[in-house]
């Protein structure tokens, strides 16, 4: 092969790894330098605080989830789903709780109560008019967390 296509095979090859490592680094839940965040879009620190606002003391009233935070005070339970969605969403680095598997471990928790936790924060996200695309990414980051 002459000089130039082994240069075009290889500029090939630097390419294809660059876009499977954009891949790989957008599923980890990072941003490409420039882009804003999820937790950006949504409006950053307020509007997360509203989410959480909204949804948490709604799904501590829930016949099926109020069990789980009976002993949790509801300001502390409201602190640290706020930092659990603003890290979870791309915002800063706050949440400094135990992994979900940890926290959820021996409790008893299914799919259905997870399911049910994402329906009082979408309940919230559309009460505050927030766009259904937006919606759904949020859903998208918090869907993997089902089996934790």
Known sequence: KSMEQQQKMILAGVAALGLVGLIWYKSQGQQVAGEKSLHD??????AIQAVIDIAIPA??????????????????????????????????KIYDGASMKAAHKGKGITVRHFELVCEYVVKALQELKVEESLIAEVGKALGPLVDE
Request: aromatic residues 16%.
């Open 59 to 92: 799904l501590r009233k829930d016949p099926e989830l109020e069990a789980f935070f009976a002993k949790m005070p509801l300001e502390y339970h409201k602190k640290m789903q706020f930092k659990f969605f603003t890290t979870a969403l791309g915002g800063p």
């Open 41 to 46: 879009r949504l409006g950053g620190k307020a």
